[in-house]
C-alpha cells in the first residue's frame, strides 16, 4: 500500500498542472489544435486513474479548455467524483467545473441531489457556501423542489456568510419552484431586519427582484422599506429601494407624498451620479401617480431638471445618455419644464456618439410645438447634410418624418413647407432605404388634405421631370412611385399634362414595382389628354400619344415581372381599341380630308356641302371614348386604417392553409426543365455555344505583341510613355482666361423650404407691432393653417380603431412564474391543516397590524403612533381599505 502511494506521488511529479498546459498552448500557436488534441488524450489517461488528486488536476485542465470553447461534457461522472471529495482544495476545483458545464438539462444532476444536501448540511461554513455558490449556476425544478427545505433553513444559520448565500440562492429556487415562495416569505421578510449589513442588503436586493411581476404582494413591506432608506448609507442598497418604491407608488399615491420628501434630500445630497438618477427617475414616477391629488410639484420637477442638466453637460458619455433618458420621461409630464433646454438638446445632436444623438432626436420628437415646428425641422436638415453613417441619416430622415406627421399632422401649419420639406429630403438622400416612408408620406398628405393637392401634384410633376431630364440618379426611386401615383390619380390639378405624360414616358430602368405603377398612370393621364383633345377635336394629337404609348410599352411587355406584363398589355389594349375606334370614326375622317372654310363662322364645307358645328358634333356619337375610359378611374380614395386586413373576417368554410391546387409531383429526370430558366426571358445564344478554348502558343504572343506597339507608334493620339513630365512648380506664371458666359449663374445656400420660416417670422414681427391677442400654444396662422386633414379611414364592416391585437406574456420571461398572489392558499395546504377559529382570529388580528403600520407609516411620515383601544381589540374598521397579498393594504384615501 505505501508502495503504491509512493508510486502515485512519484507520477504526480512528471504530470502536466494547469500551468503547463497555459504555458504549452502560448508556446504552440501554429499547431494549437493538434496540441490541445494530445493534452485530451493526457487528460482522458489521467482520469482512468484511482488517485482523486490526479483526477482533480485533470478537471482544472478541463475547466480551462472549457473556457476555450472545448466540449467537455463526457467528463460529467468525473467532475462528480471529484465533487464528493473530503479535501476542500479537491472538491472546489469539482464544483467549479460543475459551475461551469452543468445546466439545468442536464442528466447527471439527480446524482448530486443528496451530495448537495450532505454539503448544505455541513458544519464547515466554506463547504456549504461552495455548495450554494456552485448550486446557484445549475439548479433544475427537481432540484430546487428537492433541496428548498434544506436551503431555507439555512436562512436561521448564526453565520453571516450562509445566511446572506441563503438568501441570495432563494431567488434562484423560486424561479424554478414559485410554490417555494409562500412558506419562504416570513423568513425572507425577517432578513429585512437582519443585524448583518451583508444579509440585509441581499434581502432588499431579492425583494425587489420578486417585486418586478407582482409589486402588489410587497405592499407590506413599505414601512421596512422606508426605515432602511432613511437610515441606511448603502447606495447599492438605496438604489434598489428607490426602484421598489417606483413600482410601489401607483398601487399606492399616498405612499408617494411622503417619498417626496426624503428623495428630494437625496437628491441634493448624494454625490453618486447612480443613486442620482434612480433618485431622479422615482421622483417622476411619484409625480405621475399623485398628479390627480396632490397640487403641481413644480419646484421638484425643476430640481430634477437642474441635475439631469448637470448629468448631460458632464463628460462622460454614460451620464450623458443616463441624463437624456430620464429627461424623456419628464418631458411625457411636464413638457414645458425640458423645453426650456431645447439649445443643450441640439448640443448633443452634435455630438461624436450615435447613441447620444438618437436619444436627443427622442427628445426633440416631444419637444415640438406649432411655434418651433418649422426650426427644429430646418436645424435637423442642417444637420443631415454635414452628417455621417448612413444608418444614422436614414434615423434622422425617419424621426424627421415623424415629428412632422405625429397625432395626424397635429403641429403643421403650413403643408406646403411639408410637402417642400418631403420634396428636398427625396432629393437629398437619394441612397437612403427610407424612400418608402418619404412616399407614403406624400401620397397620405395629399389624399388627406384636399386643399393642398394642386401644389403637392405640380411638386411631383416638377420631381418627373427632373429623372427623366437627368442622367444621374438623383433621387429616391421610390418617391417617384409616389410621385406618377398623385399625378395620375389627381391629373385634374395638372396644368400641363402633355408635359407630365412626357416625362413618364421617358421613365428608365425602374424596380419592377415602381415601373408597373408608371403604366397604370400613363393611362390615367391618356385619358384625361384624351378628354380634352376629343373636344377640341384633335385627334391627330390623339393619334400621336398613342404611338408613343405603344412604342414605350411594347419594351415593357417583355419584362420578366407579371405584373408589368399585365399592366404593359392591359394599357397597349386600351389604347389599340382607342386608335381603332378614332380611326373609324366619321370625325376622324373628316379631319383629315381638305376643308375649306366660307366666310360665315360657325360653319365649315366639304365636298359642296355646308356642316353646321352642331350637327358635326352629333356625329361623334353618344357617348364621348374618354368619359367611357375615365370611369374606369372614377372613385374616392381614403386611406386605410392600421391593421385592417387582419381585422377582416375569414368567411366560414375558408381554409387559408391549403392547397387552391395540389402541387405537381416532381419528375426524376430533369430533362423537361432544360428551358425552365429562359421561359419569359429571351436566352442567350452564346449559352449554347461549345466552343474550345485553345491557349496560344509563345511565337503567337510575340506577335501579337509586336503588332499591338506597332499599332501605338503609328497612332497619333496614343500617349507615349516616354513623354515628360509637366513642371507645374511654377503656378503663378499660368495665365487666367476669362470665360464669357451669357447666362448668369445663380447659387444658393438656402433650401425652398426656408422662404416659409422666414415669412413666418416676418408676420410674427407684424403680429408683435399691431399687439393682436393669440395663444400661447398655437402659432400665427399661416397659408395652410386652416387645412382640414380628412381623418376618416376604410375599415372592415363591424371592426373599430379600438379593437387593438391582445400583447400576451413573454413565455421565456423568467420572472412570469412569479406573478402569483401570496393570499391564496393551494389546495395541498388545506387538506394538510384545518385551521381552528383561534388560529384565523389571530390571522386577522395580524393583517391589521400590517395594515395599521402602512397607515402609520403614510399618516405620519414613518413614525410610530400608539394604538388605541379599539384598534389594539381589533374593532376598529376603517373605509376604503381591501385584502390582499396576506395583508390589509389601503387603497384609498381616507375621508
Keep these: 500500500m505505501a508502495l503504491k502511494k509512493v508510486k502515485g506521488n512519484f507520477e504526480r511529479?512528471?504530470?502536466?498542472?494547469?500551468?503547463?498546459?497555459?504555458?504549452?498552448?502560448?508556446?504552440?500557436?501554429?499547431?494549437?489544435?493538434?496540441?490541445?488534441?494530445?493534452?485530451?488524450?493526457?487528460?482522458?489517461?489521467?482520469?482512468?486513474?484511482?488517485?482523486?488528486?490526479?483526477?482533480?488536476?485533470?478537471?482544472?485542465?478541463?475547466?480551462?479548455?472549457?473556457?476555450?470553447?472545448?466540449?467537455?461534457?463526457?467528463?460529467?461522472?468525473?467532475?462528480?467524483?471529484?465533487?464528493?471529495?473530503?479535501?476542500?482544495?479537491?472538491?472546489?476545483?469539482g464544483y467549479l467545473a460543475a459551475s461551469q458545464s452543468f445546466h439545468c438539462d442536464s442528466e447527471l444532476l439527480m446524482l448530486t441531489t443528496n451530495m448537495i444536501r450532505k454539503e448544505l448540511n455541513s458544519q464547515n461554513q466554506y463547504e456549504s457556501g461552495l455548495a450554494l455558490t456552485s448550486l446557484s449556476c445549475y439548479i433544475s425544478a427537481d432540484l430546487a423542489r428537492d433541496l428548498s427545505n434544506d436551503i431555507l433553513t439555512l436562512l436561521n444559520s448564526t453565520k453571516p456568510y450562509i445566511r446572506k448565500k441563503a438568501v441570495l440562492m432563494m431567488y434562484k429556487v423560486f424561479l424554478k419552484y414559485p410554490d417555494a415562495l409562500r412558506p419562504a416569505f416570513p423568513r425572507l421578510k425577517e432578513k429585512l431586519e437582519d443585524p448583518d449589513p451583508g444579509v440585509q442588503s441581499a434581502a432588499v436586493n431579492v425583494v425587489c427582484e420578486l417585486a418586478r411581476k407582482n409589486p402588489k404582494n410587497y405592499l407590506s413591506l413599505a414601512p421596512v422599506f422606508f426605515k432602511l432608506m432613511t437610515t441606511s448609507t448603502n447606495n447599492w442598497m438605496l438604489i434598489k429601494i428607490i426602484k421598489l418604491f417606483g413600482a410601489l407608488t401607483p398601487l399606492e399615491p399616498r405612499l408617494g407624498k411622503k417619498l417626496i420628501e426624503p428623495l428630494t434630500n437625496l437628491i441634493h445630497s448624494t454625490s453618486a451620479m447612480s443613486l442620482l438618477y434612480e433618485c431622479i427617475n422615482t421622483v417622476i414616477a411619484v409625480l405621475i401617480s399623485i398628479s390627480s391629488g396632490m397640487p403641481n410639484h413644480a419646484a421638484s420637477i425643476q430640481l430634477c431638471v437642474q441635475k439631469l442638466r448637470i448629468l448631460i453637460?458632464?463628460?462622460?458619455?454614460?451620464?450623458?445618455?443616463?441624463?437624456?433618458?430620464?429627461?424623456?420621461?419628464?418631458?411625457?409630464?411636464?413638457?414645458?419644464?425640458?423645453?426650456?433646454?431645447?439649445?443643450?438638446?441640439?448640443?448633443?445632436?452634435?455630438?461624436?456618439?450615435?447613441?447620444?444623438?438618437?436619444?436627443?432626436?427622442?427628445?426633440?420628437?416631444?419637444?415640438?410645438?406649432?411655434?418651433?415646428?418649422?426650426?427644429?425641422?430646418?436645424?435637423?436638415?442642417?444637420?443631415?447634410?454635414?452628417?455621417?453613417?448612413?444608418?444614422?441619416?436614414?434615423?434622422?430622415?425617419?424621426?424627421?418624418?415623424?415629428?412632422?406627421?405625429?397625432?395626424?399632422?397635429?403641429?403643421?401649419t403650413n403643408f406646403e413647407w411639408y410637402v417642400?420639406?418631403?420634396?428636398?429630403?427625396?432629393?437629398?438622400?437619394?441612397?437612403?432605404?427610407?424612400?418608402?416612408?418619404?412616399?407614403?408620406?406624400?401620397?397620405?398628405?395629399?389624399?388627406?388634405?384636399?386643399?393642398i393637392r394642386s401644389f403637392a401634384v405640380a411638386e411631383m410633376a416638377q420631381l418627373l421631370e427632373?429623372?427623366?431630364?437627368?442622367?444621374?440618379?438623383?433621387?429616391?426611386?421610390?418617391?417617384?412611385?409616389?410621385?406618377?401615383?398623385?399625378?395620375?390619380?389627381?391629373?385634374?390639378?395638372?396644368?400641363?399634362?402633355?408635359?407630365?405624360?412626357?416625362?413618364?414616358?421617358?421613365?428608365?430602368?425602374?424596380?419592377?414595382?415602381?415601373?408597373?405603377?408608371?403604366?397604370?398612370?400613363?393611362?390615367?393621364?391618356?385619358?384625361?389628354?384624351?378628354?380634352?383633345?376629343?373636344?377640341?377635336?384633335?385627334?391627330?394629337?390623339?393619334?400621336?400619344?398613342?404611338?408613343?404609348?405603344?412604342?414605350?410599352?411594347?419594351?415593357?411587355?417583355?419584362?420578366?415581372?407579371?405584373?408589368?406584363?399585365?399592366?404593359?398589355?392591359?394599357?397597349?389594349?386600351?389604347?389599340?381599341?382607342?386608335?381603332?375606334?378614332?380611326?373609324?370614326?366619321?370625325?376622324?375622317?373628316?379631319?383629315?380630308?381638305?376643308?375649306?372654310?366660307?366666310?360665315?363662322?360657325?360653319?365649315?364645307?366639304?365636298?359642296?356641302?355646308?356642316?353646321?358645328?352642331?350637327?358635326?358634333?352629333?356625329?361623334?356619337?353618344?357617348?364621348?371614348?374618354?368619359?367611357?375610359?375615365?370611369?374606369?378611374?372614377?372613385?374616392?380614395?381614403?386611406?386605410?386604417?392600421?391593421?385592417?386586413?387582419?381585422?377582416?373576417?375569414?368567411?366560414?368554410?375558408?381554409?387559408?392553409?391549403?392547397?387552391?391546387?395540389?402541387?405537381?409531383?416532381?419528375?426524376?429526370?430533369?430533362?423537361?426543365?432544360?428551358?425552365?430558366?429562359?421561359?419569359?426571358v429571351k436566352p442567350d445564344k452564346t449559352e449554347y455555344k461549345s466552343e474550345k478554348h485553345v491557349e496560344p502558343t509563345e511565337e503567337e504572343l510575340q506577335k501579337s505583341r509586336e503588332a499591338r506597339k506597332l499599332e501605338q507608334m503609328n497612332n497619333p493620339h496614343y500617349l507615349k510613355g516616354a513623354a515628360k513630365k509637366r513642371d507645374y512648380e511654377n503656378v503663378e506664371s499660368i495665365p487666367i482666361s476669362e470665360l464669357d458666359i451669357p447666362i448668369k449663374l445663380v447659387t444658393s445656400s438656402h433650401k425652398r423650404s426656408d422662404k416659409y420660416l422666414t415669412s413666418d417670422k416676418k408676420k410674427k414681427k407684424k403680429k408683435k407691432a399691431k399687439k393682436e391677442e393669440s395663444s400661447s400654444d398655437e402659432a400665427e396662422p399661416t397659408v395652410g393653417s386652416t387645412l382640414m386633414v380628412n381623418k376618416n379611414m376604410e375599415l372592415p364592416e363591424g371592426a373599430t380603431l379600438s379593437d387593438t391585437e391582445s400583447v400576451h406574456d413573454n413565455l421565456d420571461d423568467p420572472h412570469r412564474a412569479l406573478d402569483i398572489d401570496l393570499e391564496t392558499v393551494t389546495m395541498a395546504h388545506v387538506d394538510q391543516k384545518k385551521p381552528k377559529k383561534k388560529k384565523e382570529k389571530k390571522k386577522v388580528s395580524e393583517k391589521h397590524h400590517a395594515s395599521h403600520e402602512v397607515v402609520n407609516l403614510l399618516d405620519t411620515g414613518g413614525k410610530k403612533t400608539k394604538k388605541t383601544k379599539k384598534e389594539k381589540k381589533g374593532k376598529l374598521k376603517k373605509p376604503g381599505y381591501e385584502e390582499a397579498v396576506g395583508i390589509s393594504t389601503p387603497s384609498k384615501e381616507f375621508q
Design 466 to 680: 427632373v429623372y427623366s431630364s437627368s442622367t444621374q440618379l438623383s433621387i429616391m426611386q421610390d418617391v417617384l412611385y409616389a410621385a406618377a401615383w398623385l399625378c395620375g390619380e389627381f391629373a385634374s390639378e395638372l396644368k400641363n399634362v402633355e408635359q407630365t405624360l412626357m416625362a413618364m414616358l421617358q421613365y428608365k430602368a425602374l424596380p419592377q414595382h415602381i415601373e408597373s405603377v408608371f403604366i397604370h398612370n400613363i393611362l390615367k393621364l391618356f385619358a384625361r389628354l384624351l378628354e380634352r383633345y376629343e373636344t377640341e377635336c384633335k385627334y391627330d394629337e390623339i393619334i400621336k400619344y398613342c404611338d408613343l404609348i405603344d412604342a414605350k410599352l411594347s419594351e415593357s411587355i417583355k419584362s420578366a415581372e407579371l405584373e408589368v406584363q399585365e399592366r404593359s398589355s392591359t394599357t397597349l389594349i386600351i389604347v389599340k381599341i382607342v386608335r381603332d375606334a378614332i380611326s373609324e370614326s366619321e370625325c376622324y375622317s373628316f379631319s383629315v380630308v381638305l376643308i375649306y372654310r366660307v366666310p360665315s363662322a360657325g360653319k365649315q364645307e366639304t365636298n359642296g356641302k355646308i356642316m353646321d358645328d352642331d350637327s358635326f358634333d352629333e356625329k361623334k356619337g353618344d357617348a364621348p371614348l374618354a368619359a367611357e375610359l375615365l370611369s374606369l378611374f372614377a372613385g374616392e380614395l381614403n386611406p386605410v386604417a392600421p391593421r385592417a386586413q387582419k381585422k377582416v373576417p375569414v368567411p366560414d368554410g375558408l381554409d387559408l392553409d391549403a392547397w387552391i391546387h395540389e402541387p405537381l409531383e416532381e419528375s426524376e429526370s430533369d430533362s423537361d426543365n432544360i428551358y425552365d430558366d429562359h421561359l419569359f
Design 420 to 451: 417642400t420639406v418631403l420634396v428636398e429630403l427625396a432629393q437629398m438622400e437619394f441612397g437612403s432605404k427610407q424612400g418608402h416612408v418619404i412616399a407614403a408620406q406624400l401620397m397620405d398628405v395629399s389624399i388627406r388634405v384636399q386643399a
Design 313 to 412: 453637460e458632464d463628460s462622460d458619455q454614460n451620464l450623458k445618455y443616463l441624463g437624456l433618458l430620464a429627461m424623456s420621461k419628464i418631458l411625457k409630464t411636464h413638457p414645458k419644464s425640458v423645453q426650456a433646454h431645447k439649445d443643450l438638446i441640439l448640443q448633443c445632436m452634435e455630438d461624436k456618439d450615435e447613441s447620444i444623438r438618437l436619444r436627443a432626436l427622442d427628445l426633440l420628437y416631444g419637444m415640438v410645438s406649432k411655434k418651433n415646428l418649422m426650426e427644429i425641422v430646418k436645424k435637423l436638415m442642417v444637420h443631415m447634410d454635414r452628417a455621417e453613417g448612413t444608418m444614422y441619416r436614414d434615423e434622422l430622415l425617419s424621426k424627421i418624418i415623424l415629428i412632422c406627421s405625429q397625432n395626424n399632422y397635429q403641429f403643421i
Design 13 to 93: 511529479m512528471f504530470d502536466k498542472n494547469l500551468t503547463d498546459l497555459v504555458r504549452g498552448i502560448r508556446n504552440n500557436k501554429e499547431n494549437e489544435a493538434k496540441y490541445i488534441s494530445q493534452c485530451m488524450e493526457d487528460i482522458k489517461q489521467e482520469l482512468r486513474q484511482d488517485n482523486l488528486s490526479v483526477k482533480s488536476n485533470a478537471i482544472a485542465k478541463l475547466t480551462y479548455l472549457q473556457m476555450l470553447g472545448y466540449d467537455i461534457s463526457w467528463a460529467g461522472f468525473n467532475i462528480i467524483e471529484v465533487m464528493s471529495s473530503n479535501k476542500f482544495t479537491l472538491k472546489r476545483i
